[in-house]
């Protein structure tokens, strides 16, 4: 169930992103209208939830189709389009040496390193295909070290991308990439283009949706057929689909969508959801670092296809840093952001408490009633 919830929270963020963009289609103002972005959310994720009650060969589908067009185009185009920008000697937006650097003067300035940390994590889903790799105790470091500079560098890349073109003050966490396009093909004398590039975006993320709303749901239904949930989430349609998970699922993403109407501002909304999604994921791998530290002591001889190197001390060394790293992200996303007006800050971390409390007992105690 926390996992559920968990994807839950980062499926409002993808779709949030999506109805931004897709607003661009046919009015561009409704991208900061929060009714039309709660209604599109939400009509969205019951449409793929519905899809995914015909089971994991439809969505399976949907999701490669939609993988490349969606995904790649527009990651690689705006970073081309961002190059030839700055190489052509264009107007950039940030004049000032110092903008490209973090500002350290309060924790105000790095509360969103817990989404971009957030934004990072999933790499260790490679390790079930460590076995596979002809020598994993060589390659498979290797291959994570040249991930991770790939996947940096494109990170950083698109999101300069986007800055030296969109002013600061129009920055919005939800239709900045699409207004990058937009100013970028304006400039290119090519208006049209982002329409397109839009439909490309709308077709990634929606294929996206659909394997995040169903892939959590096996995890869910493994518990729930080993007693730790009611028996009636374990039943599952001729199709093979957890329908009762998928449903309950929505209704839960429904009702965090309501933050929407709650708040004036769009961007508080999008981010309180972002960082509740990013601190339950990173309280997961809290757990995991711990975890790896004990097993390294009591299962010292347990065959594994991968063994960090240097003794107890590699350990604490790689577990120890990710340990502490993602405990100070946890603690810095209870601090609202400086780049984001947040309203209320007693509502802002009551709203993140409160979650973390809801969504981490509720799964313990259920654990604890099986035990």
């Excluded at 993808?14 to 009015?27: K, N, P, Q």
């Amino acid at each position: 169930m926390n996992n559920n919830t968990g994807q839950a929270k980062g499926n409002f963020t993808i779709l949030a992103f999506i109805a931004a963009t897709l607003a661009y289609l046919f009015a561009p103002e409704l991208a900061n209208n929060k009714f039309f972005l709660l209604g599109t959310i939400v009509a969205l994720f019951w449409l793929f939830t519905l899809l995914n009650c015909f089971g994991m060969k439809v969505s399976s589908i949907v999701s490669i189709i939609g993988a490349s067009l969606g995904t790649l185009v527009p990651m690689f185009g705006i970073i081309f389009l961002g190059i030839l920008w700055v190489i052509q000697g264009r107007p950039i937006e940030i004049s000032h040496a110092s903008a490209w650097f973090p500002d350290f003067d309060s924790l105000g300035n790095l509360s969103l390193f817990s989404a971009v940390l957030f934004g990072l994590l999933g790499m260790e889903m490679s390790a079930v295909h460590a076995e596979e790799v002809k020598n994993p105790q060589r390659d498979y470091p290797r291959a994570l070290f040249y991930s991770t500079i790939l996947i940096f560098a494109i990170l950083v890349m698109g999101s300069l991308a986007i800055v030296i073109v969109v002013p600061d003050n129009e920055l919005s966490v939800v239709s900045g990439l699409i207004d990058a396009y937009a100013i970028f093909f304006e400039a290119y004398h090519m208006p049209w283009m982002t329409a397109v590039t839009a439909i490309f975006i709308i077709i990634g993320g929606l294929c996206g949706v659909s394997a995040w709303i169903i892939g959590p749901t096996k995890g869910v239904l493994v518990s729930a057929r080993d007693g730790s949930l009611p028996a009636a989430f374990a039943r599952v349609n001729r199709y093979g689909a957890p329908v009762t998970i998928l449903i309950t699922q929505g209704f839960i993403f429904t009702a965090l969508s309501t933050l929407f109407i709650m708040l004036d501002s769009i961007n508080a909304a999008y981010w309180m959801l972002s960082d509740l999604c990013a601190q339950m994921a990173l309280l997961a791998y809290v757990f995991m670092f711990s975890a790896a530290i004990k097993l390294r002591y009591s299962q010292p001889d347990q065959p594994r296809a991968y063994k960090i190197p240097g003794g107890n001390w590699g350990m604490w060394l790689v577990a120890g840093s990710g340990l502490i790293c993602c405990s100070v992200a946890v603690l810095i996303g209870f601090v609202p952001p400086a780049q984001i007006p947040m309203g209320s800050t007693v509502f802002f971390k009551a709203f993140l408490v409160g979650g973390l409390i809801i969504f981490v007992m509720v799964p313990w105690l259920l654990a604890k009633r099986h035990d």
